[in-house]
C-alpha cells in the first residue's frame, strides 16, 4: 500500500484523569471510503477532534499526506485539505444557503480578507459556490435561510460546506444521524456522489449505512483500534463481534 | 427593492441637504450631533450586528479619535500644512491604531468575556486620561481652534455642519460597501459561528481583529467629528455614559439592519434637542423604551420596517390597518398616561415644591400642564392610570388581531421561498 | 511612621474591601448559578442605600437596613420574573443588556425622587463612637460594624452553598437544567431565589454602606464597575474569589493613596532615574495619581491570561 493520506500512530488523548484515546493507530489509503465505528463512549468524536484540529494529542502523531498537523489549528489542518462536518448541524443560520457554501469555496480560492472587491462579482468563486448548492441538491433552496431549512435538509447543507473548501480529505461526523430511512438511503447516495475523487472517513451509527458505503472499516473499542478491515472481514472478526456487533444486535 | 433605496435616499438626503440653513442655532448643532453619532452607532454595529460582538467600551475609540484629531489642529494652528477638512482622518487613524492593539487581546475572548475586556480597556483610559497631561491635557481637557482653509473659515456651524455631512456620508457609503466585499459576507459568518468559519480554513482571531479595527477606525473619525466641531475633548469623552449612548442608539434603531443605528441615533438625539426643554426626565424615557424594545421589539425600529419591507406582498394592509390603529393609539395612551405620573412626581419631588410645601405647610396643588392639580385628588393619579390600562387594554386585543395576520403572512413568505 | 501608615493603611483597606465584597457577593453569586452578568446590580445597591436613607430620615434606622434587603431583594425577584425571563431565550447577550437598561431606569428614578446630588444619610448617633485608637487616630465602630456584616454575609453564604441542600439543587440547576428539572426540582424557581437574594445582598450592603461612604445617584456607577473588576479578577461564580480580589482591591486602594512610587523612583535604582524624569509623561506619573487604573489593568491581565479569574473553576 502506498503512503496513506491519513495516518495516526499511536495517539493519546486524556482529559485529567480521563484516557479517552489510548493509542489509537489508523491509516487511510488516498482515495478510499473509510469508516470508523464503535460503542458509545469509545472515543469515535474525540478522535474526529483530534484530527481536525479541535483538540491537541496528549502524545503521538497525526500525519496527512505525510505531514504532521497534531497540534496545529483547525483553520491550518483545513488549509492543509482536510475539512471535517459536525453531528449537531453547524451552519451560518442568518445566512442564505448560497453564502454559506460561498464562505468555503471562498476560502477555497484564497480571499479571506479581502474588502477591495464585490462579493457579487467573484465570478468563479459564485459559479462553483452555485454548483456545489445544486449537488447538494438545494437548488431549490438557493436563498432561504439556512437557519430556515428542514433537519435533513440542514444535514445536506452541512455535508456542502465541508466540501465548498475543497479539501481532499473529507470527515464526517454522524452524517445521518437523526434522519428517517428514507432520508438516510438519500444522504448515501448523496455522500457517494460527492466523495467520488475524494478520501471519506467517517463515523456512523447505521450499519447499513457502513457497510454499503464504505470500503474499510475500522473499530473503536475503549480509545483503541481493535480492527481494520473490509466489510466482510470485520463481519468475520470474532472480537468485533463480542466488543460491538453482538451488543448491537441483541 | 432597488427603487425603494433609492426614494429613501432621496426623502432623506434632500432635506439634510436643503434644510439646514434654515433651522435655528441650536438645531444645526443637533444635526452635527445627530450626524457624529449616526456614524459612530454604525461604526459601532459593524461590530455588534454583522460581527457578533458587543463592545461595552466603545468611546476608547471615540476618544481617541476626538484627541487626536485636537492634536491635528493644534498642529495646524501651528503653521502644519493640513486641509482643515482633512482633520478627521487623524481620528479616523487613530481609532484604527488603537483598535488593532485593544482588538488583538480582545478578540482573545468571545461573549460576555469579550464584553468585559473592551469594558475594562475604555476604563483604563478613562482613569488613566486625567493624569496625562501631554496625551490627553488632564482634568482640563485639550481645546483648539479650526483654521481657516482654501476660502474657507469654517468659524460658522453651517460650515461644520455640511463638512460633517460630507464626512458622515463618505463613511457609511464606505461602511456599506464593506457590507458588499467578500470580508464583508465572512463577517456575517464570524457572527453567526465563529467555530465553523475556522474549520472552514480561516484564521478567525486575525479576521475578528480585521472588524474589529476597521469599526475602531469608523468610531474614530465620529470622535474626530465631534473634536472638529466642539473644538474641545475632555476624559469624559471615554466614559462609560458615552460607551452606554451608542449601545442605546444602536438597539433601539435595530443591530439587524445597516441602517438601523442610524435611525436610532437620529430620533434619539432628536428627541433629546426638542424636550431637553420640556423636561428633565428625558434619561427616564430613554432607559423605558431601551427596555421595552429589548423586551418587545428586540429587532428595533429598523428591523421592524425592514420586516415589513420583506412582507409587503404577503400582508393583507387592509386587514392591519385597523389593529394597526389601534395599536398607535394604544401606545399614545400608555405613553401620555406614564409621562404625565412622571413629569407630576418630578413636580412634586422639586426642591421648588419642597419650598412651596413648606410655605403653605401641607400639600398644595402643583401647576402642571397649565392647570392645577391636587396632589391628594384621586382624580389627579386616576386619570393617567385609566388611561394606560385603557391603552393596555387595547394594545393586547389589537395584538390578537396582529398576530395571526402576521403568521399567515410568513407562512406564505417561505412557501413562495420554496417553489421559487 | 511607617507602621502607622501600615496599619492605617490596612485598616482603611480592609473596610473599603469589605463593602465591594458585599456588593460583588451577589453579582458573582448571580453570574455563577445563571450566567447573566448583572449591570443593574450596582444599582440594587444604590436602591438598598436611598432606601435606609428614607426609612432613617423618618427615624427608623434599624427598620431601614431590615427593609432595604427585603424590598430590594423582592424587586430581584420581580426583575427576575417578569423581565429577564422573557429574553432568557435570547441569550445571555439580551439578558446582559436588559439589566444595562434597567441601571440606566433606577439611576434616572432615583434623581427623580431624590434629586441629582448626594443626600444626607447617616448612621444614628448611638453608632458614631471610637471603637479604638491607633497612631492617635480614633477609629470608627461603625467600620468594625461594615466589615462584621460582610464576614457574617460570607458565612452565611458560604454554609449555605456548601453545607445544605439549597446549595446543591441551585448547582444543579445550573448545571443541568433538564436533569434538575426531571429530578422534580422548580428551576425557574430557584433562578427566581438566586437573583432575589443576590439583590438582596446588594441591598443590605447599600443599607449599610450608604450611611458611612456618600449616598448619591452616583454611587451605582462609581462601584458599578470596580465590582465588575472585583467578581472577574476573584473568577466569576467563585464566592471565595470575590473576597480575596475585594480585599486585594480595598487595600491596594488604600495604600496607592498614601504612596508617590513612579516609574522613574524605580530607574533610580540603576541610575536611569534622571533620564527617565526628563522623559516625563507616564515615567513621573506616580502610582497614587493612576492608582484608579490599577485595578482595570489588573481585570484585563486576568481576562486575557486566566478569565477564569484567581478562584474560578472554569477556563
Known amino acids: 500500500m502506498s503512503t496513506p493520506v491519513l495516518e495516526l500512530r499511536d495517539v493519546h488523548k486524556a482529559f485529567g484523569a480521563a484516557r479517552i484515546i489510548q493509542g489509537a493507530e489508523l491509516a487511510v489509503a488516498r482515495g478510499e471510503r473509510h469508516a470508523v465505528i464503535g460503542p458509545n463512549g469509545a472515543g469515535k468524536s474525540t478522535l474526529f477532534n483530534l484530527i481536525s484540529g479541535m483538540f491537541t494529542p496528549s502524545s503521538g502523531e497525526i500525519r496527512l499526506a505525510g505531514r504532521r498537523i497534531d497540534g496545529l489549528d483547525a483553520n491550518a489542518i483545513n488549509r492543509l485539505g482536510l475539512s471535517r462536518s459536525f453531528q449537531i448541524t453547524n451552519v451560518f443560520a442568518r445566512m442564505s444557503v448560497f453564502e454559506n457554501i460561498r464562505i468555503g469555496v471562498m476560502a477555497r480560492h484564497g480571499i479571506r480578507f479581502d474588502l477591495l472587491r464585490r462579493a457579487a462579482a467573484m465570478r468563479a468563486v459564485n459559479e462553483q459556490a452555485q454548483a456545489l448548492v445544486e449537488r447538494v441538491r438545494l437548488a431549490g433552496r438557493r436563498d432561504t435561510l439556512a437557519g430556515d431549512l428542514a433537519y435533513s435538509e440542514q444535514r445536506a447543507l452541512e455535508i456542502g460546506m465541508t466540501l465548498s473548501t475543497g479539501a481532499e480529505v473529507i470527515l464526517l461526523d454522524e452524517p445521518t444521524a437523526g434522519m428517517s430511512r428514507e432520508e438516510t438511503a438519500h444522504a448515501v447516495e448523496l455522500m457517494r456522489d460527492l466523495t467520488k475523487d475524494k478520501t471519506l472517513l467517517v463515523v456512523e451509527h447505521d450499519m447499513d449505512v457502513v457497510f454499503g458505503l464504505?470500503?474499510?472499516?475500522?473499530?473503536?473499542?475503549?480509545?483503541?483500534?481493535?480492527?481494520?478491515?473490509?466489510?466482510?472481514?470485520?463481519?468475520?472478526?470474532?472480537?468485533?463481534?463480542?466488543?460491538?456487533?453482538?451488543?448491537?444486535?441483541? | 427593492m432597488r427603487r425603494h433605496h433609492l426614494l429613501l435616499l432621496v426623502l432623506v438626503a434632500l432635506p439634510l441637504l436643503v434644510l439646514p440653513p434654515f433651522l435655528s442655532l441650536g438645531l444645526q448643532n443637533t444635526l452635527v450631533s445627530m450626524l457624529v453619532a449616526a456614524l459612530f452607532a454604525v461604526s459601532f454595529n459593524l461590530l455588534m450586528g454583522q460581527g457578533g460582538m458587543l463592545s461595552f467600551g466603545h468611546a476608547a475609540f471615540f476618544g481617541i479619535g476626538a484627541f487626536a484629531t485636537l492634536h491635528l489642529m493644534l498642529a495646524v494652528e501651528d503653521g502644519l500644512g493640513v486641509p482643515t477638512p482633512l482633520l478627521p482622518?487623524?481620528?479616523?487613524?487613530?481609532?484604527?491604531?488603537?483598535?488593532?492593539?485593544?482588538?488583538?487581546?480582545?478578540?482573545?475572548?468571545?461573549?460576555?468575556?469579550?464584553?468585559?475586556v473592551t469594558l475594562a480597556l475604555a476604563e483604563l483610559l478613562h482613569t488613566l486620561a486625567p493624569q496625562w497631561d501631554g496625551m490627553f491635557g488632564g482634568e482640563a481637557g485639550m481645546s483648539s481652534m479650526r483654521m481657516p482653509w482654501g476660502g474657507l473659515v469654517f468659524g460658522s456651524v453651517l460650515e461644520v455642519y455640511y463638512l460633517s455631512l460630507a464626512w458622515v456620508a463618505l463613511c457609511l457609503l464606505l461602511l456599506w460597501a464593506y457590507t458588499r466585499t467578500p470580508f464583508g459576507r465572512l463577517t456575517l459568518a464570524l457572527r453567526d459561528n465563529e467555530q465553523r468559519v475556522r474549520f472552514m480554513g480561516y484564521d478567525t482571531h486575525k479576521a475578528r481583529l480585521v472588524v474589529f479595527a476597521v469599526s475602531a477606525m469608523f468610531s474614530g473619525v465620529a470622535g474626530g467629528l465631534l473634536a472638529f466641531s466642539n473644538e474641545v475633548a475632555n476624559y469624559t469623552t471615554f466614559g462609560m455614559p458615552v460607551s452606554a449612548q451608542v449601545v442605546l442608539h444602536t438597539f433601539i434603531g435595530g443591530s439587524t439592519v445597516f441602517l438601523g443605528p442610524v435611525v436610532g441615533a437620529a430620533v434619539l438625539t432628536l428627541f433629546a434637542f426638542f424636550v431637553s426643554d420640556l423636561t428633565r426626565s428625558w434619561l427616564l424615557y430613554q432607559g423605558v423604551l431601551f427596555v421595552l424594545v429589548m423586551l418587545y421589539a428586540p429587532l428595533g425600529i429598523g428591523g421592524i420596517v425592514e420586516l415589513h419591507l420583506r412582507h409587503m406582498r404577503e400582508l393583507r394592509w387592509r386587514a392591519l390597518a385597523g389593529p394597526y390603529l389601534g395599536a398607535a393609539v394604544a401606545g399614545l395612551l400608555i405613553a401620555a398616561g406614564f409621562v404625565f405620573v412622571i413629569e407630576s412626581l418630578a413636580v412634586l419631588f422639586s426642591s421648588d415644591y419642597a419650598v412651596l410645601r413648606r410655605d403653605a405647610g401641607g400639600l398644595p396643588p402643583f401647576p402642571f400642564l397649565g392647570t392645577e392639580w391636587q396632589p391628594l385628588s384621586p382624580l389627579t393619579w386616576l386619570a393617567p392610570l385609566l388611561a394606560m390600562a385603557a391603552g393596555g387594554w387595547l394594545a393586547s386585543r389589537a395584538g390578537r388581531r396582529i398576530a395571526p395576520l402576521w403568521d399567515e403572512a410568513r407562512r406564505v413568505h417561505t412557501q413562495g421561498g420554496e417553489t421559487a | 511612621m511607617l507602621m502607622e501608615f501600615l496599619v492605617v493603611s490596612v485598616l482603611n483597606g480592609a473596610i473599603y474591601g469589605m463593602l465591594l465584597f458585599m456588593v460583588s457577593a451577589g453579582l458573582t453569586l448571580i453570574f455563577g448559578m445563571m450566567g447573566v452578568l448583572n449591570f443593574a446590580h450596582a444599582s440594587f445597591y444604590m436602591l438598598g442605600a436611598y432606601i435606609a436613607y428614607t426609612l432613617s430620615a423618618l427615624g427608623h434606622f434599624w427598620l431601614g437596613l431590615l427593609l432595604a434587603p427585603v424590598l430590594v431583594g423582592l424587586l430581584g425577584v420581580l426583575v427576575e420574573r417578569f423581565l429577564l425571563r422573557r429574553v432568557h431565550a435570547f441569550g445571555h447577550a439580551h439578558e446582559l443588556l436588559l439589566t444595562f437598561g434597567l441601571a440606566f431606569i433606577f439611576e434616572e428614578l432615583v434623581k427623580l425622587f431624590y434629586g441629582n446630588f448626594p443626600v444626607d444619610y447617616r448612621m444614628p448617633e448611638a453608632l458614631r463612637f471610637t471603637a479604638f485608637t491607633v497612631f492617635g487616630t480614633d477609629y470608627p465602630f461603625y467600620r468594625l460594624f461594615i466589615g462584621g456584616t460582610a464576614i457574617a454575609m460570607f458565612a452565611l453564604l458560604y454554609l449555605l452553598l456548601s453545607r445544605t441542600r439549597v446549595g446543591l439543587v441551585v448547582r444543579a440547576a445550573e448545571r443541568l437544567p433538564q436533569t434538575a428539572e426531571a429530578l422534580g426540582h422548580n428551576v425557574p424557581l430557584v433562578f427566581m431565589g438566586v437573583f432575589g437574594t443576590g439583590a438582596a445582598l446588594a441591598g443590605l450592603a447599600g443599607g449599610v454602606a450608604g450611611a458611612f461612604f456618600p449616598t448619591s445617584p452616583n454611587m451605582a456607577l462609581e462601584l458599578g464597575v470596580i465590582v465588575f473588576v472585583v467578581v472577574v479578577v476573584g473568577g466569576l461564580g467563585s464566592l471565595e474569589g470575590s473576597l480575596l480580589a475585594s480585599l486585594m482591591i480595598g487595600l491596594f486602594s488604600s495604600f496607592a493613596v498614601g504612596l508617590d512610587w513612579s516609574l522613574a523612583g524605580a530607574l533610580d535604582a540603576v541610575g536611569l532615574g534622571g533620564w527617565a524624569r526628563e522623559m516625563g509623561g507616564l515615567m513621573t506619573t506616580t502610582l497614587s495619581s493612576i492608582a484608579g487604573s490599577v485595578p482595570f489593568l489588573l481585570m484585563l491581565v486576568v481576562l486575557l491570561l486566566r478569565p477564569a479569574g484567581l478562584m474560578g473553576e472554569r477556563s
Open chain 1, 214 to 250: 464504505c470500503d474499510r472499516i475500522s473499530v473503536l473499542v475503549y480509545g483503541k483500534i481493535l480492527a481494520t478491515g473490509t466489510p466482510a472481514e470485520i463481519r468475520a472478526d470474532r472480537r468485533v463481534q463480542e466488543a460491538y456487533l453482538g451488543e448491537e444486535a441483541a
Open chain 2, 89 to 116: 482622518l487623524a481620528g479616523g487613524l487613530a481609532g484604527l491604531g488603537l483598535g488593532l492593539v485593544a482588538g488583538y487581546f480582545a478578540t482573545m475572548r468571545a461573549g460576555v468575556y469579550f464584553s468585559l
